[in-house]
Every structure is written in structure tokens, then in C-alpha cells.
């Protein structure tokens, strides 16, 4: 799945983060990041690495576990 994608519906389970999901999502596809496959490989080998992404902190790299679990237990 396409991580713009996911974002998207991700932001009717958080209303509250919406500017911050989108903002993440935009960052990802920046860094070449484009499916949620590929999300969730890389911050599973290498969590702290997320945060060396430009305009990704401590709080979106939270996110992103968040939502890498979210997808990978298949609650979509």
C-alpha cells in the first residue's frame, strides 16, 4: 500500500494529527519512502534512523511505529 494512501486514512483514527500526518507523509515520500512495505522494513531494522529524515522528530518517529504496527497487525 501506498504510504500517502494509508496516511490519509489514518487521519479518521487521529483527527488530532492530522497536519502532523500529512506532514510526515510528505517527508517520507521526500526520502524515496513510498509504500508502507518499505516503511515499515526500514524502521523495523533501523528505528532510530527515521529520525535523521528531514522534518522527521522524536514524536513523528512515534508516529510512524504507531502506524507501522497498525499495518503490519493488519487493522487496516
Known sequence: ?????????CEEWFPER???L?????ALRREG???ME????????????MT???DIGEKSAQL???LCKQY???EF
Open 1 to 9: 500500500m501506498v504510504v500517502k494512501e494509508y496516511f490519509i486514512a
Open 18 to 20: 492530522k497536519s502532523e
Open 22 to 26: 500529512r506532514r510526515v507523509s510528505l
Open 33 to 35: 519512502i513510498l509504500t
Open 38 to 49: 518499505d516503511l515499515c522494513a526500514r524502521q523495523r531494522a533501523s528505528p532510530e534512523q
Open 52 to 54: 535523521k529524515i528531514r
Open 64 to 66: 510512524i511505529a504507531a
Open 72 to 74: 503490519e497487525d493488519n
